[in-house]
Each structure stands twice: as structure tokens, then as C-alpha cells.
């Protein structure tokens, strides 16, 4: 059910443990009975991406749902997230229809007129990839005037447009992309850095590398994105310095992001 009351996730209602000291540690069970609909942009690995399951995609950001789950005790409404386009779950937050909206999406103050963005719960900044087999790229200065694919209205596209001055080919779906880099029909690719060196490392057949510059990192602070004025921002950004406190979000972060 989306839209429930504030007074269900108050802080009075949550059983709350208590360290030595009295400090509080967590809030639990604050939203025991809440279910939550979660949008998913499913095609941002190691964020978030579908291995075999349409309703359970896997990545860093559903794990951290999984972990404030643990925490919180609300459920999946329908026992499931949705996978969608970011286009496509901001306009869900708007129209109400859905609660949460995750997948490897930034923070942009633009997009909090209609929606909420939680605590940044992974930071980088973007690279390139690009194919040793086909072209030289060695520096960022490399990419000027350069075939570069992006995702449309990303960080990645404003960069290249704004700052290198390449020519800019549009992908809606990164795979695609790094095929048409592989056959040397684009000569890099701009994104954010996490996702190229997880492409890299497990798809070894298409003999891409990411380059060591890393930039525009104030683009590639990551959030959940919850509905304006959301009655559970506040519990679960409060429920984020927990995991952040006790070592679970680095632990997630060792398991999904690698140099």
C-alpha cells in the first residue's frame, strides 16, 4: 500500500535497542506492517541488474533495501520490486504510485522538486572505457572530438557535451554500448566508473579497459529516491547511519566494488 501515514514510521512507534552508553543504535520494526512498492532502474550493474529473476534484480542498491528490511521490517508490496526506466519511476514518485525509486541513480537537485533523496549511500565519479584492440585512448584529452556513447540525460552525457566537446552517441542500454565499443564503432564509453569496472572484470570476452582518470565525481553520489515529502525519509536516512555506523553498507561495498 503506498502513501501510508506518517505516524507509522514515527520514531515512538519503533522499538528502539540501546547501547551501553543509551545512545540509540537503530531503530527496529518501524515500519512492521508498512508495504513499500520499489521501482528499480535494472540496468546499472553492479548497482542494480536482472540475473534470471524479472521481480528479484540483484546489485548494491537491492542489497541495501535487504539491509534496511532487516532493520525496519516493512515489506515488498507484491513480495517483489518492479524493474523500470529512471524516467519511468520518477514519474511513478510523482504520480504516488510507487514509494521508492533505486538502480544506480545520482543525486540532482533538479529532480527534488517532485520527489526526496535519501543520505548518499555510494560516492564515485566517471570514467571511460574504451578498447585497446581498436583505438588509442590514453588520456581524457583522448576523447575530444571523439565517438562517445552515454546514457541520455545522464552526467555522463552533460560531461562529454560540456567539458570534452566529443560527439555524443546515445544508449539506452549499456551493454549494447560496450558491444558497439568492442566492434569499433564508438571509440569509448563515458559512465559512471563502478559500472565500467564491473563490466570489465566480468565480461573479459570483449577485451575492454577502464581507464585510471577518474571525474566529475560531485555527479556520482548515489541515493534512493523517495516520493515528495515522504513520511519515511527521515526513518530510513536515520536507519542508513546505522548500517553506515556498524560496518554493513562497507561490507556491501567490498562485495560489489572493486579496483
Request: charged fraction near 25%; aromatic fraction near 12%; proline fraction near 4%.
Amino acid at each position: 500500500m503506498v502513501g501510508l501515514s506518517c505516524a507509522v514510521c514515527s520514531p515512538a512507534n519503533a522499538i528502539i535497542r540501546l547501547d551501553q552508553k543509551g545512545d540509540h543504535v537503530e531503530y527496529l520494526q518501524a515500519l512492521k506492517g508498512v508495504k513499500l512498492k520499489i521501482m528499480v532502474e535494472t540496468n546499472n550493474a553492479p548497482f542494480a541488474f536482472l540475473e534470471g529473476n524479472f521481480a528479484r534484480p540483484i546489485g548494491y542498491d537491492i542489497d541495501v533495501i535487504y539491509a534496511l528490511q532487516r532493520r525496519l521490517s516493512f515489506e515488498l508490496e507484491e513480495n517483489r520490486f518492479f524493474p523500470t526506466s529512471t524516467e519511468n519511476g520518477f514519474k511513478m514518485l510523482e504520480l504516488k504510485e510507487a514509494d521508492i525509486l533505486i538502480g544506480g541513480i545520482t543525486y540532482d537537485e533538479k529532480r527534488l522538486n517532485k520527489s526526496e533523496a535519501s543520505k548518499v549511500i555510494f560516492s564515485s565519479g566517471l570514467s571511460y572505457i574504451y578498447s585497446p584492440n581498436t583505438k588509442k585512448i590514453d588520456s581524457l584529452a583522448s576523447l575530444k572530438g571523439s565517438l562517445v556513447g552515454v546514457k541520455p540525460n545522464s552526467p555522463a552525457e552533460d560531461y562529454v557535451n560540456r567539458v570534452l566537446g566529443g560527439k555524443t552517441i546515445l544508449f539506452h542500454n549499456s551493454v549494447l554500448a560496450f558491444y558497439e565499443l568492442a566492434q569499433g564503432k564508438i571509440d569509448a564509453v563515458v559512465a559512471d566508473r563502478p559500472s565500467l569496472l564491473y563490466f570489465a572484470k566480468t565480461m573479459p570476452i570483449f577485451h575492454l579497459a577502464v581507464s585510471d582518470d577518474i571525474f566529475d565525481i560531485y555527479s556520482g553520489q548515489f541515493v534512493i529516491y523517495l516520493q515528495k515529502n515522504s513520511p519515511y525519509t527521515e526513518i530510513i536516512n536515520k536507519t542508513l547511519n546505522s548500517l553506515e555506523a556498524d560496518g554493513t553498507l562497507y561490507k556491501l561495498r567490498k562485495k560489489w566494488f572493486s579496483e
